[in-house]
Antibody
Framework: EVQLVESGGGLAQPGGSLRLSCAAS????????MSWVRQAPGKGLEWVSG????????YYADSVKGRFIISRDNSKNTLYLQMNSLRVEDTAVYYCAKDYTGIFYWGQGTLVTVSS | QSVLTQPPSVSGAPGQKITLPCTGS?????????VHWYQQLPGTAPKLLIS???NRPSGVPDRFSGSKSGTSASLAITGLQPEDEADYYCQSYDTSLRIWVFGGGTKLTVL
């Protein structure tokens, strides 16, 4: 059974940093691309970042480019999102997802709140 | 403002057929990229409803179907049921942005 479990969310101050993690199980992690998708309170889904199975290729939405870094440790079956220079508008539930698109498997989400 | 445009809200009566549109452009849907559809109930993660324009994952009722033409796509729901009340999102790839994008979402209300 595929499971994706996010952690690392919480409260951060504007300009601060947080690192999200996503522990994956139930599939061969290194063979699949992974993504982070976020949803601000009362708003729609926003695809934030993606990484290839090998970790060589990474992709970012313009809204986070230069501030967020996606990475993965295939030996630990874990996906990461390092979030720097956080802004109030980064407040959202962040979902870990298997694949870039046509996403069948999602994590339960972790809430990130950016506020002073 | 998403590059994939969806109406904010749609409503229908039980048993009715409704169609949810997703309008893109020549840099996404019109470029031939697949469209996927998701259903999201309040407080839950999105659920894949339609993949690759018109394919239903196992367990999705055949009341749901997808289609694509030109720069647009649509999700059709027949025999509308109260439990279909949810938010629906389309997704595709955009060659100008070079990332995968979601539409703004449509809130379906079953009257």
């Amino acid at each position: 059974e595929v499971q994706l479990v996010e952690s690392g969310g919480g409260l951060a101050q504007p300009g601060g940093s947080l690192r999200l993690s996503c522990a994956a199980s139930g599939f061969t992690f290194s063979r699949f691309a992974m993504s982070w998708v976020r949803q601000a309170p009362g708003k729609g889904l926003e695809w934030v970042s993606g990484i290839s199975g090998s970790g060589v290729s990474t992709y970012y939405a313009d809204s986070v480019k230069g501030r967020f870094i996606i990475s993965r440790d295939n030996s630990k079956n874990t996906l990461y999102l390092q979030m720097n220079s956080l802004r109030v508008e980064d407040t959202a539930v962040y979902y870990c997802a298997k694949d870039y698109t046509g996403i069948f498997y999602w994590g339960q989400g972790t809430l990130v709140t950016v506020s002073s | 403002q998403s590059v994939l445009t969806q109406p904010p809200s749609v409503s229908g009566a039980p048993g009715q057929k409704i169609t949810l549109p997703c309008t893109g452009s020549s840099s996404n849907i019109g470029a031939g990229y697949d469209v996927h559809w998701y259903q999201q109930l309040p407080g839950t993660a999105p659920k894949l409803l339609i993949s690759g324009n018109n394919n239903r994952p196992s367990g999705v009722p055949d009341r749901f179907s997808g289609s694509k033409s030109g720069t647009s796509a649509s999700l059709a729901i027949t025999g509308l049921q109260p439990e279909d009340e949810a938010d629906y999102y389309c997704q595709s790839y955009d060659t100008s942005l070079r990332i995968w994008v979601f539409g703004g979402g449509t809130k379906l209300t079953v009257l």
